[in-house]
């Protein structure tokens, strides 16, 4: 690929620096620093990184009489009138005159200094948005600064920014940091640049996309496909394939046990099979001997199983533990909740217990739960050996649980735990070899998602259901058809089935969402009379009643369950074939189509009826109602994942916060595939041919969330 010559002129350049602003009262350097750091903000090439969200032209002097309502602008004009009024509520009401017509501006939070600002007769420069009224035109908070002051000459950019961080300062520190910050090129002059567009240097991009020029409009910035953004975004995939890549190759040179496969019949996977219920099915199969080439290998595993919901992740983990195990090794399974860990404790115990008790070896059950007698007792198990295989939540990494031999680790649900927590679960490691690891997703990744935050990654999938499953209806019912719900129910019950309810549960009104959960129970027993069971289970019951819960419901001494999303994941009771989720506009769509999954889980017709809340005028909003219109479509786990990806973006569908995954800032990977797949093909030759770059280009856009890339 022939290089291009990068634009070196300055003519974006940044313009020269205006006198520091004085902070707000209060406001020390300490406060300023803290602040920044919250938003990341340490390094000089972390300010030049950081680019505004919008822009305020503040270039140019408009005439009010020029403006449409809806357009924002900037004038200068005279205060003809400047009051305090009380209603409806305190403000201070200001009119002012341009020559060429009157606006009222109005402030809810002012202080005296406002007023002062704002006194008859003086003449000031205002930006806002002119809105028309009953009262005439308005601004509503504009932005007010003394006329008469030189104006810019690049656009003013907007930052995102935290409480006690004003613009003003935070526009000083990023001009500060973007002029220190060496910007250098790290990408090798051979390489070329994809696209067949003019190419710029990395300085006269960013200063470019931080001060740009008034005759570039503001909706060409904000589509990002100017030359400027072209490069930022070709850089930001490069650095993100490079680690990975570098993350994968450390990988590689770490050692792992190997533990070889036996098709002996004595050998527990070979009993294992012998006993399942079901023969495995194609995709099972072909997955299985993935991770069995993996396992038998010195290098670590780090395999990402994903499929869609009933598709059989838990057997294949079962018959990877019972490979790791048939070597003389530990295997640990964890679960983010409970519930989920009890089932996967249910269905392991009951297949490898009766052949791991002719080993003299067993299977440990360990949960924060647990009384200390039973949790001790556990923990002597794992560290003697006896416990070959450890399930449970977060107290498997607890620092008093100690393995004697550690092989594999199984995480259920990866996109719950965080960094810190998978770190921990690998640092359970013995004799200096690292654990295999295999983890488990019931959230189809994306394609072009898994080339690019999964590049590090072996990913096998499941894309077969076990026969037998009959597809799931899905039905969108609004709350005022409330009774055809319950008439449905009713069917269903006369039937022998079962029905799950799922109320949603919200962190910010968690108690009240409860009532509703205790609420909509009582309602539904009234409703169904008394020959009919219906439980209620949420996360703040305790531990043994909500066991109890779920085993009665299971053995269909309950017939109604209202849930919150407790039982989202892990839940399989065969003879449940409705699913009512209320409120369903208020979940993900990853939640929605987990949920549902909890039915058609056995030969009966199933379905799923998400209820929903449309506002005043017969609607919901735009995004919730594309959620559910694809849960209507589709049942389709990957196309499902597909939509939620676009509808998310990157960082909301991975979890951020969990995942601990350094995010695409600039980058869109349903638009930006060309630049991906530039990135993909240099990241390799970069880091054979020119490592010091390679580091540098890391450093520089990831510092230390590269780190976040070997958990």
């Known amino acids: ?85 009380y209603r409806p509520r305190r403000q201070l009401v200001v009119t002012v005159d341009d020559g060429s017509d009157t606006c009222q501006l109005r402030f809810f939070n002012f202080y005296p200094s406002h007023q002062k600002q704002l006194a008859v007769g003086a003449r000031v420069r205002v930006r806002g948005e002119v809105r028309g009224g009953f009262l005439g035109r308005q601004m509503m908070h504009p932005t007010v600064k003394a006329a008469g002051t030189q104006l810019p000459e690049a656009l003013t950019p907007v ?28 990408v090798p002059a051979s390489a070329g640049w994809p696209g067949a567009g003019e190419v710029w240097n990395l300085r006269s991009a960013l200063s470019f996309l931080h001060y740009p020029t008034p005759d570039v409009s503001i909706a060409a910035l904000e589509d990002r496909s100017h030359p400027a953004w072209q490069r930022l975004k070709s850089e930001e ?46 995709a099972q199969a072909r997955v299985g001997e993935e991770i069995t080439r993996d396992l038998a290998r010195d290098a670590p595993m780090h395999r990402l199983l994903q499929g869609d919901v009933g598709s059989g992740k838990t057997v294949v983990a079962a018959l990877a533990a019972a490979r790791c195990i048939d070597a003389g090794f530990q295997c640990a399974l964890m679960a983010p909740t409970e519930i989920l860990a009890a089932q996967h404790f249910s269905k392991l115990i009951g297949w490898l217990a009766p052949l791991l008790e002719t080993r003299g070896l067993r299977v440990a059950w360990l949960t924060g739960s647990q009384k200390k007698k039973a949790r001790d007792e556990m923990s002597a198990a794992v560290e003697s050996g006896e416990a070959a295989l450890v399930i449970g939540t977060h107290a498997v990494i607890s620092e008093k649980v100690r393995f004697k031999r550690l092989a594999l680790a199984i995480i259920d649900e990866q996109h719950r735990f965080g960094v810190a927590q998978r770190l921990a679960l690998r640092g359970k490691a013995t004799q200096g070899l690292e654990p295999h690891l295999l983890m488990m997703s019931a959230t189809p990744i994306p394609r072009t998602l898994a080339m690019s935050y999964y590049a590090d990654l072996d990913v096998s999938t499941l894309d077969e259901l076990p026969p037998g499953r009959t597809p799931i209806v899905t039905k969108l019912v609004a709350e005022h058809r409330r009774d055809e719900v319950i008439d449905r129910i009713q069917a269903q019950l006369a039937q022998g089935r079962q029905v799950y309810w799922v109320c949603p549960l919200i962190e910010e009104s968690e108690a009240v969402d409860l009532r509703n959960a205790t609420e909509t129970r009582d309602e539904l ?25 779920m085993a009665a419901f299971t053995a269909n001494d309950v017939q109604v369950l209202v849930s919150t999303t407790v039982i989202e994941v892990g839940v399989d009771v065969p003879n449940a074939s409705l699913m009512v989720i ?78 601990g995954a350094p995010l695409l800032r600039f980058a869109d990977l349903e638009t930006d595939h060309l630049l991906l797949d530039w990135a993909r ?31």
Request: charged share 25%; proline share 6%.
């Open 1 to 85: 690929m022939p290089a291009k010559k990068a634009r070196s002129n300055t003519s974006a350049a940044a313009p020269a620096a205006a006198p520091a602003p004085a902070g707000p009262p209060g406001t020390g350097p300490s406060l300023v620093q803290r602040a920044l750091r919250k938003l990341g903000l340490q390094r000089d090439i972390d300010f030049a990184l950081y680019l505004p969200m919008r822009y305020e032209d503040e270039t140019r002097i408009v005439r009010l009489a020029d403006l449409r309502d809806g357009e924002q602008g900037q004038i200068e004009a005279v205060v003809l009138d400047s009051e305090v009024s």
């Open 681 to 711: 093909e240099l990241a390799p030759l970069m880091l054979d041919r020119h490592p010091g770059l390679a580091q540098k280009h890391i450093d520089r856009w990831l510092g230390s969330k590269a780190d976040y890339l070997k958990a």
């Open 525 to 549: 027993a009234g409703m169904l009379g008394d020959h009919v069971n219906v439980a209620l289970l949420h996360s703040r019951m305790p531990t043994a009643e909500k066991q109890a819960v």
């Open 159 to 186: 930052y995102p920014t935290v409480a006690g961080l004003a613009q003003p300062v935070l526009r000083r520190e990023v001009r500060a940091g973007l002029a220190r910050a060496v910007l250098d090129e790290t």
């Open 582 to 659: 209320e409120h369903a506009e208020r979940f993900g769509l990853s939640q929605l189509h987990q949920l549902r999954g909890r039915v058609g889980r056995g030969a009966a017709a199933s379905a799923c009826v998400l209820l929903y809340a449309p506002n005043e005028g017969g609607r919901v909003g735009e995004t919730a109602r594309a959620r559910l219109r694809a849960m209507a479509e589709t049942g389709d786990g990957f196309e499902i994942a597909r939509r939620d990806l676009e509808i998310r973006g990157p960082g909301e569908f991975l979890g951020a916060r969990q995942s």
């Open 237 to 282: 995939l490069l650095a993100q394939q490079l680690s990975q890549l570098q993350a994968r190759r450390e990988r590689a040179g770490q050692r792992a046990p190997v533990l070889p496969s036996s098709d002996a019949a004595t050998a527990l996977h070979a009993q294992l099979m012998a006993v399942l219920p079901f023969a495995l099915t194609g």
